[in-house]
């Protein structure tokens, strides 16, 4: 069955500073990695996704993830994190179980805190 | 395009009471997904339709709720009689079918909360 892990309920990071997030995968076959964004009292941002070519995905707002399939890993990261960054982070997988349907698997969620 | 719109963006109710959640998803999307969040669970996909037609209700917590999607444009999230474990943040996401099919377009979410 395909899953996700967020391993860190939270990150803290000071302003300037490189922020990463991490993302573990597990599916069969070719992974449709997604990640999204969470505001205060809103409803999820789509920011970036993987479905194949370059390893290194660029999004939304200055963030990019890394894929790397040996470790089965999808990192979001932004160079320069800014205090406006800090939100709910959600790593998610296409279910390939469902055929083509667009249904994601989202892991549990990452709270970024950038500090000033 | 105005997104995916929810309404109402916040509900207070009694337990026992109906409730009724609406969704407009975006126009052209052939896909819509009903989510609940709750601090305890995170995000749970509680059903979706594609065109119109419910495709996996398994995450439907008990018989309380249900969903209907009438037509393209709306659909709608019912929960009878309402129990205070019900509140959560519901959200509606759209998506196009096809290779973009993997992205959602989120609602900004309906706030219920049963006393």
């Known amino acids: 069955a395909q899953s996700v892990a967020q391993p860190e309920d939270q990150v803290n990071v000071a302003e300037g500073n490189p922020l990463t997030v991490k993302c573990t995968y597990s599916v069969s076959g070719n992974p449709y990695l997604f990640w999204y964004v969470q505001y205060p009292n809103r409803g999820l941002q789509f920011l970036l996704k993987y479905i194949t070519g370059d390893n290194l995905v660029k999004g939304s707002y200055g963030f990019e993830a890394e894929f790397n399939k040996s470790q089965t890993s999808f990192h979001l990261k932004k160079p320069s994190a800014l205090v406006s960054d800090s939100a709910l982070y959600f790593c998610?997988?296409?279910?390939?179980?469902?055929?083509?349907?667009?249904?994601?698997?989202f892991g549990q969620g990452t709270t970024l805190q950038v500090k000033p | 395009d105005a997104g995916v719109i929810q309404s109402p963006r916040h509900e207070v109710t009694e337990m026992g009471q109906e409730v009724t959640l609406r969704c407009k998803p975006i126009s052209g999307h052939d896909y819509l997904f009903w989510y609940r969040q709750t601090m305890m669970r995170g995000l749970e996909l509680l059903i979706y339709?594609?065109?119109?037609?419910?495709?996996?209700d398994s995450g439907m917590p008990e018989d309380r709720f249900s969903a209907k999607m009438p037509n393209a444009s709306f659909s709608t999230l019912k929960i009878q009689p309402s129990e205070p474990r019900d509140s959560a943040v519901y959200f509606c996401a759209s998506s196009f079918g096809g290779l973009g099919a993997d992205t959602q377009y989120f609602g900004p979410g309906t706030r219920l909360t049963v006393l």
């Open positions: 339709f594609n065109n119109n037609v419910p495709i996996d």
């Open positions: 998610a997988v296409r279910d390939l179980g469902s055929g083509n349907t667009g249904k994601l698997i």
